[in-house]
Protein backbone atom coordinates (compact mmCIF):
# COMPACT_ATOMS: atom_id res chain seq x y z
CA UNK A 1 0.00 0.00 0.00
CA UNK A 2 1.13 3.29 -0.79
CA UNK A 3 2.14 5.92 2.51
CA UNK A 4 -0.39 8.46 2.48
CA UNK A 5 1.32 10.68 5.38
CA UNK A 6 5.27 10.54 6.10
CA UNK A 7 6.16 12.41 9.46
CA UNK A 8 10.04 12.80 9.16
CA UNK A 9 12.16 13.58 12.10
CA UNK A 10 9.69 16.05 13.70
CA UNK A 11 10.11 17.58 16.97
CA UNK A 12 7.83 19.78 18.45
CA UNK A 13 8.86 22.48 21.24
CA UNK A 14 6.66 24.18 24.06
CA UNK A 15 8.42 27.53 24.42
CA UNK A 16 8.35 28.65 28.06
CA UNK A 17 10.05 31.37 30.67
CA UNK A 18 11.45 28.02 32.19
CA UNK A 19 13.05 26.73 29.10
CA UNK A 20 12.06 24.56 26.33
CA UNK A 21 10.34 21.46 26.42
CA UNK A 22 10.61 19.15 23.51
CA UNK A 23 7.37 17.22 23.37
CA UNK A 24 7.59 15.69 20.24
CA UNK A 25 11.13 14.06 19.83
CA UNK A 26 12.55 13.32 16.21
CA UNK A 27 9.34 10.96 15.88
CA UNK A 28 8.89 9.42 12.37
CA UNK A 29 6.25 7.56 11.38
CA UNK A 30 4.14 7.09 8.36
CA UNK A 31 0.37 5.50 7.56
CA UNK A 32 -0.46 3.41 4.35
CA UNK A 33 -3.83 4.66 2.87
CA UNK A 34 -6.38 2.41 4.28
CA UNK A 35 -4.48 1.81 7.63
CA UNK A 36 -5.16 1.92 11.30
CA UNK A 37 -2.21 3.48 13.15
CA UNK A 38 -2.52 3.55 17.18
CA UNK A 39 -0.32 5.71 19.02
CA UNK A 40 -0.14 4.99 22.93
CA UNK A 41 1.31 6.26 25.98
CA UNK A 42 0.87 7.47 29.03
CA UNK A 43 -0.54 11.44 29.53
CA UNK A 44 2.10 13.85 28.63
CA UNK A 45 3.97 11.46 26.27
CA UNK A 46 3.22 13.72 23.44
CA UNK A 47 0.45 11.58 21.45
CA UNK A 48 -1.92 14.51 20.77
CA UNK A 49 0.84 17.05 20.47
CA UNK A 50 2.04 14.83 17.17
CA UNK A 51 -1.81 14.77 16.21
CA UNK A 52 -2.04 18.70 16.43
CA UNK A 53 0.97 18.87 14.47
CA UNK A 54 -0.12 16.81 11.49
CA UNK A 55 -3.03 19.41 10.85
CA UNK A 56 -1.19 22.76 12.31
CA UNK A 57 -3.28 23.51 15.34
CA UNK A 58 -0.65 24.47 17.25
CA UNK A 59 -0.95 27.85 18.65
CA UNK A 60 1.68 29.88 20.95
CA UNK A 61 3.23 28.52 23.02
CA UNK A 62 3.54 25.53 20.79
CA UNK A 63 6.56 25.65 18.03
CA UNK A 64 6.95 22.64 14.82
CA UNK A 65 11.12 23.33 14.84
CA UNK A 66 12.14 20.53 12.74
CA UNK A 67 10.76 17.47 10.52
CA UNK A 68 8.59 17.84 7.59
CA UNK A 69 5.46 16.03 7.03
CA UNK A 70 4.14 14.91 3.83
CA UNK A 71 0.59 14.38 3.05
CA UNK A 72 0.37 12.79 -0.91
CA UNK A 73 3.86 14.02 -0.96
CA UNK A 74 3.21 17.59 0.03
CA UNK A 75 5.13 19.02 2.88
CA UNK A 76 2.20 20.11 4.93
CA UNK A 77 4.58 22.88 7.13
CA UNK A 78 5.18 24.56 3.71
CA UNK A 79 1.69 25.37 3.04
CA UNK A 80 -0.01 28.66 3.05
CA UNK A 81 -3.39 29.33 4.96
CA UNK A 82 -5.42 29.20 1.50
CA UNK A 83 -3.87 25.58 1.31
CA UNK A 84 -4.04 24.81 4.29
CA UNK A 85 -7.94 25.83 4.60
CA UNK A 86 -8.04 23.28 1.90
CA UNK A 87 -6.52 20.58 3.37
CA UNK A 88 -8.22 20.51 6.74
CA UNK A 89 -11.26 18.45 6.87
CA UNK A 90 -11.24 17.87 3.27
CA UNK A 91 -8.16 15.60 3.35
CA UNK A 92 -7.67 15.37 7.15
CA UNK A 93 -10.19 15.55 10.33
CA UNK A 94 -10.07 15.26 13.77
CA UNK A 95 -12.45 13.95 16.79
CA UNK A 96 -10.86 15.35 19.49
CA UNK A 97 -10.97 14.00 22.70
CA UNK A 98 -14.15 15.71 24.66
CA UNK A 99 -17.31 15.63 22.49
CA UNK A 100 -19.00 18.05 24.70
CA UNK A 101 -15.85 20.99 24.75
CA UNK A 102 -16.06 19.94 20.38
CA UNK A 103 -19.58 20.90 20.40
CA UNK A 104 -20.71 24.96 20.14
CA UNK A 105 -23.51 24.07 23.43
CA UNK A 106 -25.71 27.19 21.92
CA UNK A 107 -26.06 25.95 18.70
CA UNK A 108 -27.75 23.10 17.24
CA UNK A 109 -26.65 20.18 16.07
CA UNK A 110 -27.93 20.47 12.41
CA UNK A 111 -26.32 24.33 12.09
CA UNK A 112 -22.83 22.83 13.65
CA UNK A 113 -22.93 20.14 10.46
CA UNK A 114 -24.44 22.22 7.62
CA UNK A 115 -21.37 25.03 8.86
CA UNK A 116 -18.57 22.34 7.97
CA UNK A 117 -20.34 21.49 4.72
CA UNK A 118 -21.16 25.67 3.55
CA UNK A 119 -17.76 26.41 4.36
CA UNK A 120 -15.88 23.88 2.22
CA UNK A 121 -18.57 23.21 -0.83
CA UNK A 122 -20.29 25.09 -2.87
CA UNK A 123 -24.15 24.04 -2.28
CA UNK A 124 -27.01 25.28 -0.82
CA UNK A 125 -28.86 24.84 2.76
CA UNK A 126 -31.03 22.61 1.50
CA UNK A 127 -28.45 20.38 0.15
CA UNK A 128 -26.33 20.95 2.87
CA UNK A 129 -29.19 20.16 5.27
CA UNK A 130 -29.80 16.87 3.49
CA UNK A 131 -26.20 16.05 3.55
CA UNK A 132 -26.34 16.61 7.65
CA UNK A 133 -29.22 14.43 8.07
CA UNK A 134 -27.58 11.44 6.11
CA UNK A 135 -24.64 12.15 8.07
CA UNK A 136 -26.37 11.41 11.17
CA UNK A 137 -28.08 8.64 9.84
CA UNK A 138 -24.66 6.46 9.27
CA UNK A 139 -23.40 7.56 12.44
CA UNK A 140 -26.94 5.68 14.09
CA UNK A 141 -28.42 8.56 15.27
CA UNK A 142 -32.28 10.37 13.86
CA UNK A 143 -32.11 13.33 11.80
CA UNK A 144 -34.65 14.48 14.06
CA UNK A 145 -31.60 15.55 16.04
CA UNK A 146 -30.79 18.38 13.91
CA UNK A 147 -32.95 20.71 15.64
CA UNK A 148 -31.20 19.68 19.30
CA UNK A 149 -28.92 20.95 21.00
CA UNK A 150 -25.30 18.82 22.25
CA UNK A 151 -26.50 19.23 26.04
CA UNK A 152 -29.60 17.22 24.99
CA UNK A 153 -27.58 14.49 24.00
CA UNK A 154 -25.75 11.57 25.87
CA UNK A 155 -22.21 11.32 25.90
CA UNK A 156 -21.70 8.62 23.50
CA UNK A 157 -24.86 10.43 20.72
CA UNK A 158 -22.41 13.34 20.98
CA UNK A 159 -19.16 11.69 20.38
CA UNK A 160 -21.31 10.27 17.16
CA UNK A 161 -22.28 13.92 16.35
CA UNK A 162 -18.37 14.72 16.31
CA UNK A 163 -17.72 11.45 14.00
CA UNK A 164 -20.69 12.55 11.58
CA UNK A 165 -18.87 16.14 11.48
CA UNK A 166 -15.63 14.43 10.89
CA UNK A 167 -16.95 12.58 8.35
CA UNK A 168 -18.39 15.89 6.36
CA UNK A 169 -16.21 16.08 3.91
CA UNK A 170 -15.16 12.06 3.55
CA UNK A 171 -11.50 12.86 4.44
CA UNK A 172 -8.50 10.22 3.64
CA UNK A 173 -7.66 10.38 7.09
CA UNK A 174 -9.69 11.01 10.38
CA UNK A 175 -7.31 11.21 13.68
CA UNK A 176 -9.49 9.94 16.57
CA UNK A 177 -7.59 11.98 19.87
CA UNK A 178 -8.44 9.24 22.55
CA UNK A 179 -12.37 9.70 21.10
CA UNK A 180 -13.60 6.78 23.98
CA UNK A 181 -12.17 7.96 26.90
CA UNK A 182 -15.33 9.61 28.83
CA UNK A 183 -17.09 7.16 27.82
CA UNK A 184 -18.28 3.59 29.48
CA UNK A 185 -17.27 0.77 27.91
CA UNK A 186 -20.87 -0.83 26.31
CA UNK A 187 -20.98 2.21 24.66
CA UNK A 188 -17.26 2.57 23.67
CA UNK A 189 -17.71 -0.41 21.64
CA UNK A 190 -20.72 0.39 20.08
CA UNK A 191 -18.73 3.64 18.62
CA UNK A 192 -15.79 1.38 17.95
CA UNK A 193 -17.63 -1.27 15.85
CA UNK A 194 -19.06 1.70 13.90
CA UNK A 195 -16.13 2.65 13.39
CA UNK A 196 -15.00 -0.68 11.63
CA UNK A 197 -18.30 -0.70 9.51
CA UNK A 198 -17.26 3.17 8.23
CA UNK A 199 -13.99 2.53 7.81
CA UNK A 200 -14.86 -0.17 5.36
CA UNK A 201 -17.21 2.09 3.52
CA UNK A 202 -15.28 4.99 2.89
CA UNK A 203 -12.30 3.52 3.42
CA UNK A 204 -10.26 6.51 5.22
CA UNK A 205 -6.78 5.47 6.88
CA UNK A 206 -7.64 6.12 11.13
CA UNK A 207 -4.81 7.89 13.94
CA UNK A 208 -6.15 6.25 17.11
CA UNK A 209 -4.66 8.06 19.93
CA UNK A 210 -5.25 6.23 23.52
CA UNK A 211 -3.54 5.41 26.35
CA UNK A 212 -5.33 1.82 26.43
CA UNK A 213 -3.10 -0.39 24.36
CA UNK A 214 -5.17 -3.22 25.11
CA UNK A 215 -7.94 -1.33 22.84
CA UNK A 216 -5.71 -0.30 20.61
CA UNK A 217 -4.43 -4.21 20.47
CA UNK A 218 -8.13 -4.52 18.61
CA UNK A 219 -8.17 -1.87 16.53
CA UNK A 220 -5.16 -0.99 14.98
CA UNK A 221 -3.05 -2.72 12.26
CA UNK A 222 -0.01 -1.12 13.81
CA UNK A 223 0.66 0.15 17.46
CA UNK A 224 3.56 3.33 18.09
CA UNK A 225 4.20 3.52 21.59
CA UNK A 226 5.06 7.23 22.84
CA UNK A 227 7.42 8.17 25.87
CA UNK A 228 8.54 11.24 26.59
CA UNK A 229 8.03 12.54 23.38
CA UNK A 230 10.04 10.03 21.99
CA UNK A 231 8.72 6.95 19.56
CA UNK A 232 9.99 3.91 21.15
CA UNK A 233 8.43 0.73 19.94
CA UNK A 234 6.34 0.62 16.93
CA UNK A 235 5.42 -2.77 15.07
CA UNK A 236 2.42 -4.31 14.20
CA UNK A 237 -0.28 -4.50 16.32
CA UNK A 238 -0.05 -8.50 17.30
CA UNK A 239 3.51 -8.23 17.64
CA UNK A 240 3.66 -5.03 19.97
CA UNK A 241 1.01 -6.80 21.91
CA UNK A 242 2.58 -10.28 21.91
CA UNK A 243 5.17 -9.76 22.39
CA UNK A 244 6.77 -6.25 23.33
CA UNK A 245 10.71 -5.76 23.68
CA UNK A 246 11.00 -2.01 25.45
CA UNK A 247 10.27 -2.40 29.10
CA UNK A 248 7.92 0.51 29.06
CA UNK A 249 5.75 -1.42 26.29
CA UNK A 250 6.01 -4.27 28.47
CA UNK A 251 4.66 -2.06 31.55
CA UNK A 252 1.80 -0.79 30.11
CA UNK A 253 0.32 -3.85 29.01
CA UNK A 254 1.24 -5.70 32.59
CA UNK A 255 -1.08 -3.09 34.62
CA UNK A 256 -4.28 -4.08 32.28
CA UNK A 257 -6.06 -7.00 33.68
CA UNK A 258 -7.00 -9.87 30.95
CA UNK A 259 -11.01 -10.93 30.37
CA UNK A 260 -9.90 -14.67 29.88
CA UNK A 261 -8.23 -17.22 31.50
CA UNK A 262 -6.42 -17.57 35.01
CA UNK A 263 -6.04 -13.87 37.01
CA UNK A 264 -2.50 -12.53 36.99
CA UNK A 265 -0.81 -9.90 39.05
CA UNK A 266 -1.31 -6.79 37.52
CA UNK A 267 2.19 -4.19 38.16
CA UNK A 268 2.28 -0.62 37.83
CA UNK A 269 5.22 1.57 36.29
CA UNK A 270 7.09 2.89 39.64
CA UNK A 271 8.32 6.38 39.36
CA UNK A 272 6.47 9.35 37.47
CA UNK A 273 6.76 10.70 33.96
CA UNK A 274 10.15 12.51 33.06
CA UNK A 275 9.99 16.38 33.50
CA UNK A 276 10.90 17.70 29.89
CA UNK A 277 12.45 20.88 30.80
CA UNK A 278 15.01 18.80 32.86
CA UNK A 279 15.36 15.66 30.44
CA UNK A 280 18.25 12.53 32.18
CA UNK A 281 21.80 12.24 30.19
CA UNK A 282 20.63 8.88 27.93
CA UNK A 283 17.63 6.78 28.45
CA UNK A 284 14.45 9.25 29.27
CA UNK A 285 13.13 6.12 30.73
CA UNK A 286 16.30 4.83 32.72
CA UNK A 287 14.71 6.25 36.30
CA UNK A 288 11.99 3.93 35.82
CA UNK A 289 13.14 1.16 34.04
CA UNK A 290 14.15 -2.23 36.32
CA UNK A 291 15.87 -2.90 33.60
CA UNK A 292 18.44 -0.14 33.49
CA UNK A 293 22.20 -0.55 32.61
CA UNK A 294 25.39 1.61 32.03
CA UNK A 295 25.03 2.26 28.43
CA UNK A 296 21.60 3.84 29.23
CA UNK A 297 22.79 6.48 31.28
CA UNK A 298 25.56 7.34 28.86
CA UNK A 299 23.57 7.39 25.47
CA UNK A 300 19.96 8.20 24.08
CA UNK A 301 19.09 4.96 22.28
CA UNK A 302 17.77 5.38 18.96
CA UNK A 303 14.69 3.45 16.84
CA UNK A 304 16.30 0.75 15.09
CA UNK A 305 14.85 -2.69 13.19
CA UNK A 306 14.85 -5.98 15.28
CA UNK A 307 12.53 -7.88 13.10
CA UNK A 308 10.20 -7.53 10.09
CA UNK A 309 8.33 -4.12 10.70
CA UNK A 310 9.06 -4.16 14.24
CA UNK A 311 11.62 -1.28 15.32
CA UNK A 312 12.16 -0.70 19.00
CA UNK A 313 14.35 1.91 20.94
CA UNK A 314 16.42 0.26 23.71
CA UNK A 315 19.84 -0.78 24.50
CA UNK A 316 18.85 -4.05 25.95
CA UNK A 317 17.76 -5.31 22.15
Given at each position: ?A???E??NL?????T??GV?R?????????AE??????????G???S???F?????????A????G??????????K??D?Q?R???WN????V????????NP?????E???D?I?????????????????L???V??H???L?????????GM??R????V???L?P??I??????????V????EI???LY??????????????????L??????????????N??E?G?????????????????????????????????I??N??N????P?G????????K???????????LKLI??EH?V?????
Amino acid sequence: MANLLEINNLCVDYVTPNGVARAVNKVSVSIAEGETLGIAGESGCGKSTLAFAISRLHKAPALISEGEILYKGEDVLKMNDKQLRAFRWNEVSVVFQSAMNSLNPVITIGEQLTDVILAHKKVSLKQATEKAAELLQIVGIHPDRLSAFPHQLSGGMRQRVVIAVALALEPKLIIMDEPTTALDVVVEREILNELYDLKAKFGFSILFISHDLSLMGEIADRIGVMYAGNMIELGEAHTVFGAPQHPYTQGLLSSFPTIHGPKERLYGIPGNPVNLLNTPQGCNFQERCGKCFAPCTEQDPQLKLIAPEHQVACHLV
